[in-house]
């Protein structure tokens, strides 16, 4: 008997040894890491996480880099948001028709992201999507069906170079593809995304050659800078500010450009007018629609003026004007609706 156990012991020692140095292996090798990490990508986020774009940002981080993942929901409205790294991505089909609904986290709440100390720029490459070095969006029209499918991204400012949010921009086109996929949404897809250019700062308003320019700016606006970015006609969000310095060096005019889901977000709770979104003027704010080509969704324009401006309604047209029949016009869209 005594022979048998250490027979037995001499041959359990080996194996035991051997597991725990595959398993010592397994947790602190780049290899086992990469197991771990594509293991955990096969089913996290619904497995729309792409291995390569994703690792670039987690750093193969299997806790931290993906803590969290979440499903809301139901049906046709059900969308995935899940953590990776100090991003939230949130992912899923948007009908042409959908609406917010103002209670609980819904897709559309998703666009309204915190804001950014940059405007939106568009990611380029052939897809339509934007940045703002703090938020990026990507949007898939999808041929087979009226809705479009969404990678919305927000993030909290670490990735504020152009550099770090091409990267996340690479991300969200891969996660779209899967996700096309996924929901069976025909779309066309982009390819990789270029080096996105700097963030302009403030300029004076007669050098405007992006968003901003051509809106006339009477002298008694007090406006001393814009600021804008490079136009696109793939942006689903485009912006320019105006500003003074002479007292606090705020934003004055604020004018925004929205189109398919991003133009959805701007429309009020079930219930009110169907037909919605109209042409409008208050004494601080105007708003403009268009029609715009593969998109049952009107286009949105707006210029909003802040506290520290003074606007007349002549100002507030005239800039609406200008500001939305050139970003219809690069966007292909059509039929401009000005406020009465």
Not at 40 to 45: E, N, P, V, W
Not at 47 to 56: K, N, Q, T
């Amino acid at each position: 008997m005594k022979v048998a156990r250490r027979i037995g012991l001499f041959c359990v020692l080996p194996l035991v040894l051997a597991l725990t140095a595959a398993y010592t292996w397994y947790r602190v090798s780049d290899t086992g890491r990469e197991w771990r990490y594509e293991g955990k990508l096969a089913t996290y986020c619904g497995g729309l996480i792409p291995y390569d774009e994703s690792a670039v940002l987690t750093g193969l981080d299997t806790e931290a880099g993906l803590a969290r993942d979440e499903e809301y929901g139901y049906g046709e409205d059900r969308f995935r948001s899940c953590r990776m790294a100090d991003l939230i991505v949130s992912v899923g089909l948007i009908p042409a028709d959908a609406v917010r609904h103002g209670s609980g986290f819904e897709m559309l709440g998703t666009l309204d992201s915190e804001s950014s100390d940059h405007l939106p720029m568009s990611l380029g490459g052939g897809w339509r999507g934007y940045t703002d070095l703090r938020n990026t969006g990507v949007v898939l029209p999808c041929t087979d069906k009226d809705a479009s499918l969404v990678v919305s991204i927000a993030g909290d400012g670490s990735h504020g170079s152009a550099e770090g949010s091409r990267a996340v921009g690479q991300l969200a086109t891969a996660v779209a593809r899967k996700a096309a996929d996924r929901h069976s949404c025909e779309a066309d897809f982009g390819g990789r995304i270029p080096k996105l250019a700097a963030p302009k700062g403030h300029t004076g308003p007669g050098n405007a050659s992006g968003t901003c320019a051509g809106i006339r700016i009477p002298e008694a606006q007090w406006v001393h800078w814009i600021m804008e970015t490079e136009t696109s006609d793939s942006a689903p969000l485009e912006r320019c500010l105006m500003g003074e310095t002479k007292e606090r060096d705020e934003v004055l005019y604020s004018l925004e450009a929205a189109f398919g889901p991003y133009a959805q977000r701007l429309r009020p709770n079930v219930g009110h007018d169907e037909h919605w979104p109209q042409p409008g003027l208050t004494h601080d704010s105007a708003r403009a629609t268009a029609s715009c080509p593969d998109s049952a969704v009107p286009a949105v324009f707006s210029i909003h003026a802040t506290v520290y401006a003074a606007p007349t309604q002549e100002f507030l047209r005239s800039a609406l004007r200008t500001f939305a029949e050139r970003s219809a016009a690069r966007h292909g869209c059509t039929g401009v609706r000005l406020p009465g």
